[in-house]
Structures are given as structure tokens and as C-alpha cells.
């Protein structure tokens, strides 16, 4: 890190602390202190976004006053890391091993721990795959130390489920203190025992699973699951820790998850952040009746923006947000994802691989024909509101994997990826009307910045516009 990093680190640190040491007296001088050691061009939407939530005392400046309630060790240690390990440190390191090796890298890493699952969820691919499969202590960390000198400080475990590993998770969050880690799990397997672990490491977050209330939780996970759930939330939300939400919305639970009632009762239950996906047919046995229709993915498309206007409650959508990141993210632009299997895979939604981490190097996994094809033809649509070569372009993950040589990397059920773009096609079809028509719309208050960058901007110029963090300005 250099000298001029490092002062605008201890800036970051410094404001962090002012944050917890006296959050409703210090909030206001917060952002003075970063404007003054932080150069403009780091980050500018989102600082604009927070100045104007401390001006306005909105929902965002009640989500900074709930971050300042957890508890306070924890909460410093966790922002710091975020901030300035994962964050402002790191992206130069990116930017330059981007520059130099050619090929994208990664802002984050998802790894399966295991394929072992406590759950049979209905519609989960991890079903189709051998529960025997695991990435051991050492690969992990291998991993992790091959993605920090590539710049990558960010982990994020799925799975499986990634609890299964609970021990060795803990020893990973150890060894590791300047890399921040978060988790997707099914909550059963939080107890007294490892919330007391997560807040020792103050670097753990969990994204609990949860597909709405219990009737609608319950029906693909499992009676009792949802109780399960709530008892882990109430356990962290009594000791103090960060915690957020998985959601997967389908056609049969959109109105449950995507819900004013739902989004309130996450607030309460000390939920910081709801992560939603779509349903995706993943595997030859996968149903197809559980995919979104056009108008419930538009409903989620207007719900989450209203969220993020009235709720404290920081809210993302994996495929409708894509215009705020450039478009996909996948191929490790901005994430990968390495099976327990040791596959280094584009996507979680794509099981398709040249490489493995356990003959191949990360850096030659991301120099590897499929991941190349990624880097090359991102993004896949100018509207960016259509970003996925799965479920949005049809046929385009097909044709990069057969000009790569890629191959299923489903160890019982291998998928051609051209029959699985046939299962997205119709779905894409008959979003792209919709998505054209929120695109085009002049009343959208997006829609001068959209044209902007349809004006004939360059695919490079494009990343490089989304990088600054333009793309989300409001």
C-alpha cells in the first residue's frame, strides 16, 4: 500500500470510529473528513448518495444509524476491513493486474466449501450434485491467498451449505483478517456457540437463505425451516452482528418476497441487507414452473427501487440492478465462482469450465478460453437491464462455451449449456419487450444517463464509467 493509499486509509478508519464512538453528534463530519483525504473520483455516486442521506435525515441515514447500533467492536473491525482492505486499497491492485495480465479480476471470490447440504430444497441444483465433494482447509486458503495478491479481498461461501464447514470457516476468518467473508446459508446451523465465533473474528456475515414467510419458506425447504430461521436471526440480533438476506423469488412466492410486509418484517428482525435472485432452471431434472414470468420480474424491477427509497434496508437485485455495474459481472469481472468440485466456473448460474483450481492457478483459470470469451464480450446488451448470457441474451453462453471447449462441470447430471439457454429462451423473450420499454422510457429518471451511454460509448468505456461509480448515480 502506498504512502498516499495509506493516508487515505487512516482517513476512512478515522471516520469510522467518529461513526460508532457518537453516531447521531458525529454522522455530519463523517463525510468532511473523507472529502478532505479521499480523492472526488473514488466512489462519487455513493458518497453523493451518503451526503445527501445525512442532509436529508432519510431512510439511508436510519440504515447508518442502525449499522452505528451493532456492536461496536465488531461494527469498526468490519467497516475498516470493508472499506479500506476490500475497497480502497485493493482497487488499484485490480485495476493494475487488470491492465497487466489482460483478463478480468475478480472484486470477490464465491466458493463452495462443500456440496453437502442439511436441506433438499425444491429447485436447488445442488441436489443434482454428490454431497461428498468438498474444497479442503488448505485449497481454501490457497485460494484466498492467490486472490489476495491478485488484489481480491472479498469471499463470499455458497454451496451446498457452507455451515457444514463452520470450523474451518472460523480458522479461514483467522488467518485472514484483512479479507472480509460473507456466507449464504440456510440458518440452521447458526447456535450461541458460533455467533460467539463471528463476533470474536468481526469479519463473518451471513446472507440467510429465506423465501418469504413461513408457508412460502416452508414449501421449498422444509417444515420448521422458517422457525429455524428466525430463532438464528434473534440470536444475532441479540449479540449485535451484521446479518442480511438471500432471497430467490419465484413464480410462486414473488408476492411474499418482493412485499412491503416482508421487507418491514426483515427490518425488524435486524436484517441490514436482502439480496434477490431469480429463480434458474440449473440441471437436466430442474423445473421450469418455478421461473418468473416478464410481469413479476418487472414487479420486482419497480418494488426494489421503492424499497431503497423508503427503507433502511439496503436492497440489491442480482439481474434487474445490472445497469448500476455495467451490465454482467460474471467471468470474474467482478466475481467467479470455484465448485467444491474445484471447477473454476464464470458464474454459479453457469457450471461450465476450462479449468480447475487443483491443476490450474487462479490467474490461469481467469485467462482460460471461457473466461476470455467473458472478458471479450462483455457487456452482452447495450440495455443493460437485459445483462445475463443465460437468461437475457439466448444462445450466448452456448455459443461461448462451445468456442472455448468449455465443458459441463455437473458431476451427475452434466447439462449441455445450449439446453439449458433453450429453458431460459422464452423467458427471455418475453422479457425483452419490457425491458426495451424500460429502457426507453423518457420519464424514467435514469433515462438521460442510460443515453448517454448508449451514444456510442465503448464496451472498455462502458466498464471503465460503471468502475467510477457513475452508472449509480441517481
Not at 458525529?26 to 453523493?48: C, F, G, T, W
Not at 474451518?168 to 446451523?189: K, M, Q, Y
Amino acid at each position: 500500500m502506498g504512502i498516499k493509499t495509506k493516508l487515505e486509509a487512516a482517513a476512512v478508519e478515522k471516520a469510522i470510529g467518529y461513526l460508532f464512538d457518537d453516531p447521531e453528534r458525529n454522522i455530519p463530519k463523517i463525510m468532511d473528513l473523507v472529502h478532505r483525504a479521499v480523492p472526488e473520483e473514488l466512489y462519487p455516486s455513493q458518497r453523493r448518495s451518503i451526503r445527501r442521506a445525512i442532509e436529508e435525515r432519510n431512510n439511508w441515514y436510519e440504515l447508518i444509524l442502525r449499522i452505528a447500533d451493532l456492536d461496536r467492536y465488531v461494527a469498526k473491525r468490519m467497516g475498516t476491513t470493508f472499506a479500506v482492505s476490500a475497497n480502497l486499497a485493493c482497487w488499484p491492485v485490480q485495476e493494475k493486474n487488470r491492465d497487466d495480465y489482460g483478463c478480468n479480476i475478480p472484486w470477490a471470490i464465491l466458493l463452495d466449501p462443500t456440496s453437502a447440504c442439511n436441506l433438499h430444497c425444491r429447485g436447488c441444483w445442488a441436489n443434482d450434485f454428490a454431497g461428498t465433494m468438498n474444497l479442503s482447509y488448505d485449497e481454501i486458503d490457497s485460494i484466498i491467498r492467490q486472490g489476495k495478491a491478485l488484489g481480491t479481498h472479498v469471499y463470499i461461501y455458497t454451496g451446498g451449505e457452507p455451515l457444514v464447514r463452520k470450523r474451518d470457516l472460523i480458522r479461514l476468518c483467522e488467518e485472514h483478517p484483512d479479507c472480509l467473508f460473507l456466507s449464504f446459508t440456510n440458518a440452521t446451523l447458526i447456535d450461541d456457540a458460533f455467533v460467539e465465533d463471528m463476533a470474536r473474528v468481526a469479519n463473518f456475515v451471513p446472507a440467510i437463505s429465506v423465501e418469504g414467510f413461513r408457508e412460502a419458506t416452508d414449501s421449498r425447504r422444509g417444515e420448521g425451516t422458517f422457525a429455524k430461521v428466525t430463532e438464528a436471526m434473534r440470536l444475532m440480533r441479540k449479540r449485535g452482528l451484521p446479518f442480511g438476506v438471500s432471497c430467490c423469488y419465484t413464480s410462486a412466492n414473488v408476492d411474499d418476497v418482493a412485499s412491503e410486509q416482508f421487507f418491514d418484517w426483515l427490518i425488524e428482525q435486524g436484517a441490514l441487507f436482502a439480496w434477490l435472485f431469480t429463480y434458474m432452471p440449473i440441471g437436466k431434472s430442474a423445473p421450469t414452473d418455478l421461473m418468473a414470468s416478464a410481469d413479476q420480474r418487472e414487479y420486482v424491477y419497480h418494488f426494489v427501487r421503492k424499497m431503497r427509497d423508503e427503507k433502511p434496508l439496503f436492497t440489491m437485485d442480482f439481474w434487474n440492478d445490472g445497469e448500476f455495474v455495467g451490465g454482467c459481472i460474471a467471468g470474474g469481472r467482478r466475481y467467479l465462482h470455484i465448485a467444491a468440485s474445484g471447477d473454476v466456473e464464470p458464474c454459479v448460474f453457469a457450471h461450465y469450465s476450462n479449468a480447475n483450481i487443483r491443476e490450474s492457478t487462479l490467474l490461469e483459470a481467469l485467462k482460460s478460453p471461457l473466461f476470455m470469451e467473458y472478458h471479450d464480450c462483455q457487456p452482452f446488451n447495450e440495455n443493460l437491464l437485459r445483462p445475463c448470457p443465460i437468461l437475457d441474451n439466448p444462445g450466448e453462453l452456448a455459443q461461448m462455451v462451445e468456442r472455448s471447449g468449455a465443458a459441463s462441470t455437473n458431476p451427475v447430471d452434466g447439462e449441455e449449456a445450449a439446453d439449458l439457454c433453450a429453458k431460459c429462451a422464452d423467458v427471455a423473450r418475453a422479457w425483452e419487450p419490457v425491458a426495451n420499454r424500460l429502457w426507453e422510457d423518457p420519464a424514467d429518471p435514469r433515462f438521460e444517463l442510460r443515453h448517454r451511454i448508449d451514444g456510442g460509448m465503448a464496451q472498455s468505456d462502458l466498464h471503465k464509467f460503471a468502475e467510477l461509480g457513475r452508472l449509480g448515480e441517481e
